[in-house]
């Protein structure tokens, strides 16, 4: 989708004013880097002038300023932020160096001049700009009321835990509001999924209809609907108009199954081979290839044609193109049509999304104007509700002055022009992943944070610190979703998104622009139909880079070494090399840092990059805030990383690291540490504590640690450094010779009393043991833990009295007469037990206990009674409920009026169940699914015949067939 120039320049303008108006804010909130020279006044002063162009920018109905004077605002922008980051690098560079007490002072004023100097220029450089468009006087007077700390752009803005989960609940009821959505072709679809139907083994459906009819959505729908269907292979390729065939069946292979070499190295009938033995065996598998435009059409054509769908399988394809709609029509039946709605449906949709109810009536004579503008399109209706939804009646007035038409085009611009300030940062660095790429939120909050697009918004009009930068995060995605700008592609137990990518659509309008602009460079096997790579519309010092494909040695579509690499602040990768060694990466920073002995990079995002080489680079990576090395199969941890002074994030979970540096533990600005489960001496990170007053201080996230040994006593006084901990995964490993308990009460005490800031708690106690299993090779590192320990006796928590913000907890081990008001807070969302090995019945307890609970995981040998009783008005939040592994449990009772909003129920391994009674008073609920021993027939045609419509998917297994899978499920519920 083409822009303009003004429109391209337009937005990275806004975006760009207020990076470098956090650039500004956080050089003032540390005044002794500006005490110096009256660099204050001018920082505060620049600041001004950012305000009152922004405000100039607000009050734009359509983004139509003159390109010369936006380019030089991004230039003038761009310098400044240079000037602000190098600064930052040479203070860094010196404490580095370790320089001698006699050359540190000259060395720092010089510093502290040159940022002088460049303040000045900037404050000139605004004001010349402010100047060409009239902005001083009262313009400029009003800019100062709005950059005050309780403006529109100031965390007051920002929403605090309250507003949090109101958004949160808002949310759910919107999701649970659209369901009415296309529900004629959902029941299409829901039928040619439906086994035993004329369909064979193979199904297959094509959606076609223009952009912005829905295509997209109706596909992921079919995809959520899947996973609780038994599809349990499934695979998402968004097509390119280039896309080969290689390329197709090795993106439908990655997402299947792990490869162990690249395509460059396979054969398209090695591919083609591989994935008929994959979809040959029986499992049933759904692929949806999206966006298929004509150039694809032989490529499909050939796709079907294989013989390699021996298994149960479905393919969707959606097209926006009549002529591919036409040709590649399945033999089963014929495609589905997505037309646009008609008035009454267009105008239900947009009540349903700003009233909650699809009530026309409910609509203003405003709101209705402005929906006939939009042409029946849900795309436009959904993004016009999260639009009109967050803006005040003046903008809502000014739309609806206008009397032409509004493209799908003029939407999505209004939708990113409109967003608030201070997401539109953290919008564009989304282009960044892949098209389509489902983003964990945890890592995009991780992401924002190290680029300090959130930081600024911390604080009060007195600069004092009023909530976390991770929480104002997830209050950006809260409003990214709630303006529809955002899918939401799935979500944690406890409610909240888990991962969520940009519209496709906005994600072909922004992506050129922020290219174009300077903002971020997207390296891509992406080619346009003249068979040339896309190139960066101007030569521009990249900010944020991101490889999709090798950047270094990919000869067929062109080096970009060229890029002015030395200012690259955010370097990620998607190009999962298997088999060899990566030393590319290694080449690729030294080339980055070749110019300079340090580099401005902030972040390192190597997430699924195989083993890369980090050997000889890091130490010049002295700004370096995030290393996300998660399932890069990495055996060791280079020993630099404890010189990086301001690392916020480390994340080696799924590696084969099994050690880390012990200085790590003296960190002063680690909030997330992710570990893959390994066992560390807690004595060292206390002991590290107890000896330096600002070690861990900051910490928030300590994951998958397992300790061996606690020394007594050891927990009174240093344990204060990790007070501010949000989430803990801790496994405590009891030795043989300890029989007495006492290191495991000294470990509960301080979670239960120390540790009042906790809202995830994974805790457990294994004993040392020999396994007879054959231990397969998938999570060789968790699963090693749990193949050679048994479940030991879980020392006496509670939880109730201090964790009051405890949203999610997961207890592996046995439970000794558990005091259920004493162990559990009434504020959970997510409740998990596994191992417990309770006796007597506690659902009656915990179900007055836990109104909020919105899931409930009950685990192998959780419970070994032979009766569940969910009594009347018990539960009344649950959506979730999942039964694995109870070996005695023979009914579970569903009373009247119990568990009413619940959604989904998961049935495993149940050998002795015989009847779920009241099932069918669970007038909500969707989806039954799980694992029943061969044989176990009558079980589900009697749960078919007490449920009526509600759809039932199970799959019969022999008795130790997936024991490992349902272990490795029990074991790590991770929400991360």
């Known amino acids: ?41 001018l920082a505060q002063e620049a600041k001004k002038k950012l305000a009152t162009i922004q405000e100039f920018f607000s009050t734009q109905d359509r983004l139509s300023q ?77 800019a100062k009321t709005r950059n005050d700390p309780g403006g529109s752009s100031s965390p007051a803005s920002v929403p605090g835990q309250g507003e949090k989960l109101a958004r949160l609940t808002s949310l759910w009821d919107q999701q649970a509001s659209e369901n009415f959505f296309r529900q004629e072709e959902k029941k299409i679809l829901m039928e040619r999924f439906v086994e035993g139907g004329s369909w064979g083994n193979l199904a297959g459906t094509l959606i076609w209809g223009e952009q912005g009819a829905g295509k997209t959505f109706l596909a992921r729908w079919v995809c959520r609907e899947a996973m609780c269907l038994g599809f349990e292979w499934r695979a998402w390729v968004r097509l390119s108009a280039s896309m080969d065939m290689q390329e197709l069946l090795f993106e439908i292979l990655k997402q299947l199954g792990e490869l162990t070499r690249e395509p460059k190295d396979m054969s398209l009938d090695e591919l083609q081979e591989l994935l008929y033995k994959r979809l040959a065996t029986g499992t049933k598998f759904l692929i949806v290839l999206d966006d298929v435009q004509s150039s694809n059409v032989e490529l499909l054509q050939i796709l079907v044609g294989i013989r390699l769908y021996q298994g149960r399988g479905h393919i969707i394809t959606t097209t926006q193109d009549e002529g591919v709609a036409k040709s590649m029509s399945f033999p089963e039946a014929g495609p589905i ?67 032409s038409m509004m493209t799908l085009l003029d939407i999505l611009q209004l939708s990113v022009h409109k967003l608030p300030v201070h ?31 959130l930081d600024s918004h911390c604080y009060n009009g007195e600069r004092e610190t009023t909530r976390t ?88 579509y062109g080096s970009f070494l060229d890029l002015h690499l030395g200012h690259v602040r955010s370097f990620l990768s998607f190009y999962m090399r298997r088999g060899i060694l990566t030393k590319d990466i290694s080449t690729f920073l030294r080339i980055m840092t070749s110019k300079a002995a340090y580099s401005l990079l902030r972040v390192l995002d190597l997430e699924g990059v195989y083993r890369p080489s980090l050997q000889g680079v890091l130490h010049k990576l002295v700004l370096l805030r995030y290393l996300g090395l998660r399932c890069t199969m990495l055996d060791s941890l280079p020993r630099e990383v404890v010189d990086l002074c301001y690392l916020e994030t480390l994340d080696i979970k799924h590696t084969n690291i099994t050690s880390l540096p012990s200085s790590l533990w003296k960190a002063r600005n680690l909030r997330h540490l992710h570990l893959n489960w390994f066992y560390i001496n807690l004595n060292t990170i206390l002991k590290a504590c107890s000896n330096n007053v600002m070690a861990l201080t900051k910490l928030r996230t300590l994951s998958g640690l397992v300790i061996s040994e606690v020394k007594l006593n050891l927990m009174s006084d240093p344990v204060d450094s990790l007070t501010t901990l949000t989430t803990l995964k801790l496994f405590l490993r009891r030795s043989g010779g300890d029989t007495s308990g006492a290191a495991e009460k000294e470990v509960a005490d301080w979670i239960s009393f120390r540790l009042a800031n906790l809202q995830s708690l994974t805790f457990g106690v294994t004993q040392k043991a020999k396994s007879t299993k054959k231990v397969r090779p998938k999570k060789e590192a968790e699963r090693a833990i749990r193949m050679t320990s048994q479940i030991g006796l879980l020392p006496k928590l509670s939880l109730a009295e201090k964790h009051h913000d405890l949203l999610e907890l997961y207890l592996l081990g046995q439970l000794d007469k558990p005091i259920w008001t004493q162990l559990l807070p009434g504020s959970l969302r997510v409740l998990t037990l596994s191992g417990s090995k309770v006796e007597a019945d506690m659902m009656p307890q915990l179900a007055d206990l836990l109104k909020n609970l919105r899931t409930l995981r009950l685990l192998a040998n959780s419970f070994l009674g032979t009766r569940l009783r969910f009594a009347k008005d018990g539960f009344p939040s649950l959506m979730i409920l999942k039964i694995w592994r109870l070996p005695c449990l023979v009914e579970v009772i569903i009373e ?29 609920l969707k989806n039954i699914s799980g694992v029943v021993k061969k044989g176990a027939q009558a079980f589900v045609d009697h749960l078919k015949t007490v449920t009526g419509e509600t759809r039932i998917a199970f799959a019969e297994t022999d008795d130790d067939d997936d024991d490992d899978e349902d272990e490795d499920d029990s074991w790590d519920c991770d929400e991360e």
Request: with cysteine; hydrophobic share 40%; proline share 5%.
């Open 337 to 403: 049509k997505l037309s646009i709605l008609d008035p009454e449906k267009s105008r239900e949709m947009l009540a349903t999304r700003l009233y909650r109810v699809a009530d026309s009536q409910r609509l203003s004579y405003e709101e209705k104007h402005i929906l006939n503008r939009c042409r029946g399109l849900p795309l436009c209706i959904s993004l016009l509700g999260g639009f009109l939804l967050n803006v005040g009646e003046q903008e809502r007035a000014a739309l609806a002055k206008e009397g």
């Open 66 to 142: 003159s390109t010369v004077w936006l380019r030089r605002l991004l230039q003038a922008i761009y310098d400044a932020e240079e000037f602000i980051d190098k600064f930052h690098l040479r203070e860094a560079r010196g404490r580095h160096e370790i320089l001698h007490v006699a050359t540190r002072p000259p060395t720092a004023l010089i510093s502290k001049y040159k940022l002088w100097r460049d303040l000045s220029n900037l404050v000139n450089k605004m004001e010349e700009l402010c100047q060409d468009q009239g902005l001083t006087g009262q313009k400029e007077a009003k």
């Open 423 to 453: 997401l539109k940062p953290c919008f564009i660095y989304m282009a960044l992943f892949p098209i389509a790429f489902p983003i964990p939120t945890r890592r995009l909050v991780r992401l924002w944070l190290a680029e300090g697009l």
């Open 1 to 41: 989708m083409a822009a303009s120039n003004t429109i391209r320049y337009m937005i990275a303008a806004e975006a760009a004013t207020e990076i470098l108006s956090q650039k500004l804010e956080m050089l003032l909130s540390h005044p002794v880097r500006t005490r110096c020279l009256l660099m204050e006044p």
């Open 896 to 924: 009247p009026g119990a568990m009413l909003h619940l959604k989904e129920l998961e049935l495993r391994h149940l050998d002795a169940i015989k009847n779920v009674k009241g099932i069918g008073e669970c007038k909500e």
């Open 469 to 556: 930068p991770e929480a104002v995060g997830e209050a950006f995605i809260l409003e990214l979703a709630d303006r529809n700008v955002i899918d939401v592609v799935s979500w944690r137990a406890d409610g909240f998104p888990k991962a969520c990518q940009m519209l496709t659509s906005l994600y072909d309008m922004i992506c050129p622009i922020a290219m174009g602009t300077g903002f971020l460079h997207v390296h891509a096997a992406i080619r346009n139909p003249t068979g040339q790579q896309q190139q960066l519309l101007e030569r521009t010092n990249v900010r944020w880079l991101a490889e999709h494909t090798n950047i270094v040695t990919d000869s067929h």
